[in-house]
T-cell receptor
Framework: DTGVSQNPRHKITKRGQNVTFRCDPI?????LYWYRQTLGQGPEFLTY????????KSRLLSDRFSAERPKGSFSTLEIQRTEQGDSAMYLC???????????FGSGTRLTVV | KQEVTQIPAALSVPEGENLVLNCSFT??????LQWFRQDPGKGLTSLLL?????REQTSGRLNASLDKSSGRSTLYIAASQPGDSATYLC??????????FGPGTRLSVLP
């Protein structure tokens, strides 16, 4: 148990379909982050929330991507009209504060065929 | 702009060796640095968190040091074991909002 649950663990979808991932951190009222990792690379920042407010979005987050965190608890990341280039591991992390470091979930591996 | 590099990119050692992984960052104005381990196809597991006021942290056979002035951190693994085989990543804060990762060092410990 990492303290962050991500679902699903794996997702295979056809190009053009929409997909949604979910992240459930162990506690609320903290910062929640979404990162994307492609094979052989370090994770890249996508977006983060302070409670329910989305405070920053990376240029990697195109218009096809949307993230929400209603009520400051769980978060969802939706990709519309998926492309093969979206195939990656999508990682969620949270922190109660920068001093505490970050805890990651097990990730959702997306394969677009 | 914070950039993080890690050397070496890959490392293969026989079981029992002591080894050092290196992490360099360009902006020394950080408040902490974190080392993670990642097994193939899995998420990230936190190994050590070093606050800016600290010079090193230890956990079992792992020891991480931090030199902010030179923009460097090292992860020392003593008496390596095959179970240590994984990718090791370091991460530092960027602009106080999110954090940036290095590309990782892929470690193989041969029995």
């Amino acid at each position: 148990d990492t303290g962050v649950s991500q679902n699903p663990r794996h997702k295979i979808t056809k190009r053009g379909q929409n997909v949604t991932f979910r992240c459930d951190p162990i506690s609320e009222h903290n910062r929640l982050y979404w990162y994307r990792q492609t094979l052989g690379q370090g994770p890249e920042f996508l977006t983060y929330f302070q409670n329910e407010a989305q405070l920053e979005k990376s240029r990697l987050l195109s218009d096809r991507f949307s993230a929400e965190r209603p009520k400051g608890s769980f978060s969802t990341l939706e990709i519309q009209r998926t492309e093969q280039g979206d195939s990656a591991m999508y990682l969620c992390a949270y922190t109660p504060g920068e001093w505490a470091g970050y805890t990651f979930g097990s990730g959702t591996r997306l394969t677009v065929v | 702009k914070q950039e993080v590099t890690q050397i070496p990119a890959a490392l293969s050692v026989p079981e029992g060796e002591n080894l050092v992984l290196n992490c360099s960052f360009t902006d020394s104005a950080i408040y902490n640095l974190q080392w993670f381990r990642q097994d193939p196809g899995k998420g990230l597991t936190s190994l050590l968190l070093i606050q800016s006021s600290q010079r090193e942290q230890t956990s079992g056979r792992l020891n991480a040091s931090l030199d902010k002035s030179s923009g460097r951190s090292t992860l020392y693994i003593a008496a390596s074991q095959p179970g240590d085989s994984a990718t090791y990543l370091c991460a530092v804060p960027r602009d106080g909002q999110n954090f940036v990762f290095g590309p990782g060092t892929r470690l193989s410990v041969l029995p």
